[in-house]
């Protein structure tokens, strides 16, 4: 599956973004999907996961009750609602696709190109 990100930008501390992941392919509905971030210097951490089937989902805790991600399957697509953004979730974010469920980056097979998330202080 080929994964194609949308949505970031700059907005001020608490704003929102709605981030967008776009999948190509027929079998979109087979995979869990999950979206990271990484910082400057520092390693891509894992913000939410979705699961296929009953739609699952689950959030680091940092981002909890701010953020909701969500899958359309009939759309082919994931999006990451984020609110109450803070200077701390400045990063590029990144979606990807896995065959298993899972907050590890490695258990993910598919990866979007990234999109940069800036939250001003």
């Known amino acids: 599956v080929q994964l194609q990100a949308s949505g970031g930008g700059l907005v001020q501390a608490g704003g929102s973004l709605r981030l967008s992941c776009a999948a190509s392919?027929?079998?979109?509905?087979?995979?869990?999907m999950g979206w990271f971030r990484q910082a400057p210097g520092k390693e891509r951490e894992f913000v939410a996961a979705v699961t296929r089937g009953s739609g699952s989902t689950h959030y680091t805790d940092s981002v909890k009750g701010r953020f909701t991600i969500a899958r359309d399957s009939a759309k082919n697509t994931v999006v990451l609602q984020m609110n109450s953004l803070k200077p701390e979730d400045t990063a590029v974010y990144y979606c990807?696709?896995?065959?298993?469920?899972?907050?590890?980056?490695?258990?993910?097979?598919?990866w979007g190109q990234g999109t940069q998330v800036t939250v001003s202080s």
């Open positions: 990807a696709a896995s065959t298993v469920f899972a907050t590890r980056p490695e258990s993910y097979v598919s």
């Open positions: 392919g027929r079998t979109f509905s087979t995979y869990n």
